[in-house]
């Protein structure tokens, strides 16, 4: 088993409280500082290949993701890690570009050379039973086999690193690259409507005002956290049209609008959403007026699990109920106040998915995701918890 250096434990630990805490405001901020944690433990830790990498960063899954909820973002980032330690390997052991030696005829095959020296002394001075000297020519000497699982750590290392740097910087620009997108969703003089405040989103709109675009939103200000307040101050401070509406008066709104806009949380596999609570309201009045429901969503957010039940009880996140009740009031002690802060979508409700540089239908996130991901760490949780 690899032993993990203090520092990096150190850091571990730092990061699950900080998760614990609610240190990181954004969920591009958790993408981020586990892709740091996982940077500085295949870095400063000592494996000996592909393999064992692949088998440490596994170890250590469920314990990055503690106190997070099974379709996590750092289960999402692991997962993606995982996928491109095999796809560096397999391009080390083939060959990266055309032309070049794969790895077989590089400096593993110096390994294979010293490892059949060996294997033939040792032979030559093998005796069999009845005291004769075996014969040397009836030996096979096995040479070890080279997968994408044994690939040595001084080959995949740097190539690896280069990688991790690449997908850390696809991480803090997939919110640029999303808002992109904005000029082709957003027309002249609609009515769009959101939920709460998202960074995503925010940029979303102001990337579409940039543009000259002329369009009026409404905020819903998402009780009891208010953070539509925050979006639109932000959005006014831009000369947007915004208009701060509560949350109840979604369905006689809705015949208005145009288009619904928003972030989320998580996409599932069957093209689901875990968003901000109030957002299954919002969805379930733009199905009954036919009003497109626009979800913008990095990479890092798809993940390749389903709920287990539709009961949001198992697969949500709770708040404090101080936030609706305070705990000097009377009432409380005579009452059970449940703060649910996340809402399950099904992808029948959503009707495009947008993601960095493309839009997509919610029944083609399995594709995706099979492009994100490898098979094999699918139900990372799982096999986690079985060996926990």
């Not at 998202?198 to 005002?209: G, L, N, P, Q």
């Not at 208009?243 to 069957?270: E, H, P, Q, W, Y």
């Amino acid at each position: 088993m690899t032993r993990i250096p203090s520092e990096v434990e150190l850091e571990i630990s730092k990061f699950c409280n900080n998760i614990r805490q609610h240190t990181y405001v954004r969920s591009v901020d958790i993408a981020l500082a586990t892709v740091l944690i996982l940077k500085k433990l295949i870095g400063e830790s000592t494996w000996t290949d592909s393999g064992e990498l692949i088998q440490l960063i596994r170890s250590q899954a469920n314990r990055l993701n503690e106190g997070q909820s099974i379709d996590s973002i750092t289960f999402n980032i692991i997962r993606r890690i995982l996928k491109l330690i095999r796809e560096e390997s397999s391009r080390i052991l083939h060959g990266r570009h055309e032309g070049d030696m794969p790895l077989t005829l590089q400096g593993f095959s110096e390994t294979v050379s010293r490892t059949e020296e060996k294997e033939n002394d040792q032979t030559l001075n093998q005796k069999s039973a009845d005291g004769t000297e075996t014969d040397v020519e009836n030996v096979a000497v096995q040479k070890p086999a080279l997968t994408s699982d044994n690939v040595p750590m001084i080959n995949l290392k740097p190539e690896l690193m280069f990688s991790l740097n690449e997908y850390n910087f696809e991480i803090g620009e997939s919110g640029k690259m999303i808002s992109r997108e904005s000029i082709q969703h957003i027309h002249a003089n609609e009515l769009i409507l959101t939920l709460g405040h998202s960074h995503t989103v925010e940029e979303f709109f102001k990337y579409a005002a940039s543009k000259k675009r002329k369009f009026q939103v409404f905020v819903m200000e998402q009780a009891p956290y208010f953070s539509g307040h925050i979006m639109a101050k932000n959005l006014a401070d831009l000369n947007i049209n915004v208009t701060v509406v509560t949350d109840s008066a979604v369905f006689a709104l809705m015949a208005r609008i145009n288009k619904i806009i928003i972030g989320t949380r998580s996409l599932l596999a069957n093209g689901g959403l875990t968003a901000k609570c109030g957002t299954y309201n919002l969805a379930l009045a733009a199905k009954h007026y036919s009003v497109p429901l626009l979800v913008c969503a990095a990479a890092y957010k798809f993940s390749p699990t389903y709920l287990p039940s539709f009961d949001p009880v198992m697969c949500n996140s709770f708040d404090s109920p101080e936030l609706i009740l305070p705990y000097n009031d009377r009432m409380q002690s005579s009452l059970d106040v449940i703060v649910p802060m996340y809402d399950y979508v099904p992808p029948e409700l959503v009707t495009l998915i947008i993601s960095s540089g493309q839009g997509n239908a919610p029944s083609y996130v399995y594709r995706l995701v099979s492009e994100l991901y490898h098979a094999d760490d699918n139900d990372l949780e799982r096999q986690n918890r079985t060996i926990s």
